[in-house]
């Protein structure tokens, strides 16, 4: 994997160049409603990355061959700002923008209920406003609570979290050198009520103890960033 | 909701406050999808729940509802559903030599017959009678499982939008505007002298001289703002 070598990331005491120990994760917050004209919106940021997700429909699917007579298809556009790096991103669609995309849709198509709207389209256009690591995450999670704020029946909400491998010790949720200079990545998306997965990758080697060590991180984060999640749909309503 | 507390102190328990206060009014009646609403014997599913192994689920954000034996989520955004028999009001999106197809504010268009249009009309004259862009007050017809719908001009005071303005709100607040025995709509209509006539897909057309129509168009903007809490 990358990497320079010889890079101090975590010290003797677990304690990582940002402050964190293994298991922390970045501060998260989350906000609904930020785009009046979208059905339902999401801005999360997380750490320093920021996502703004605007979710559009069910509404008719344009051209007519992309209509499925038995489901609704969802629509799902990645895509990274040119300022949300330091050195500028060329904008338009790119090969990682249109990976990012696809596994976006394929988590999503698992929990949205596409079945009730048949010859319908989603649009769901996931816009990173400020980039470090881990957006496809940012991106995944802030769309299903676009999703659930545009009213869009799922059979649960998707938190999407990785853990990874710096210096030989395993640790949750890697910020940017970590992603850089680490060893692996193991982004994993989750649906918190059950627990099942929705998607999952993995960048660079991890052992099978490591891979566990990596799932339970994941997975108690998930738990972690759902309760903001919940908050952030039902505070945002308060009557 | 299960999935209890994960027993870790860290950097984020202070700065999460995501959209509003903690511990605020969020009791037990506010859901998201996802949610667990208990064992499903004896009761029923209605809006926004599901039945899965033996569990309700909720499927969508809102309010939690009881009654009787059903439970159900009042979402706080929906679209809308055509049903037959629905008054609707709708805009043209294209025209065929035979057909118009009508924009709903639904999940699909419907489509507008020439044997059901207005009055008669030609083979091929559809869009000199009513061209893209135009509001018509139609009613629904029919829908089909797979979602083709129809709907149809013949009809009590079924026509073509030639005055007035178009609204739209989101139809599940339509009981708020009409009120019980539609009273609310009644004492709406005659404090602003406008002619109203609403639709059961939200939309609503408004006719009457121009401050009777922005009167009411910042009643109904006002709503909406208080469904959503105060946002948008």
Redesign the interface.
Known sequence: MGGYGDVQMIDENGVRAD???P???????????VV?VA??SCRMTWGTNEAIVAVY????AHPRKIQR??R?VLDVAYNMAPFSTTDRMRPGFNRRSREVSKVTQDALES?V?LEL????KIRISIEIVSAEAGTRCVGLTAASVA???????????VVSVASGKINDVVVCDLNKEEDNYGEADLPMGI?????ELVFLQMDGDLSQDEFKQAWKYNM?AA??I?????????????? | MNGGPVARLDNMTKKNGAAGPQGNKRGNNLVVPGDDLGDSEGFEAGHGVLVMSGRLKALKQGKLREKGRTISIEPVHTRYIPRPGDLVIGFIEGCTNNLWFIELGAPFNAILPMSLGPGKVDFGGTRSVMDIGDAILCRVQEVEETHSSVVTMKGMGLRKIRSGVVEEIDPHLLGRIIGKGGETLRRMKAETECRIVVADNGRMWIDGDLDGILDVRNRLSKISRDSRGGRN
């Open positions: 402050g964190r120990g298991g922390d994760i970045r501060p998260i917050t989350i906000e609904t409603g009046p059905d339902g429909g069910p509404m008719e007579q038995d609704a929990v209920l709207y048949p010859r319908s999703l659930a704020d545009a009213g869009i029946p799922m059979t649960d909400l649906m918190p009520n059950s627990g108690d738990q972690e759902h309760k903001l999640m919940v908050e952030a749909l039902n505070g945002g309503d308060s009557q």
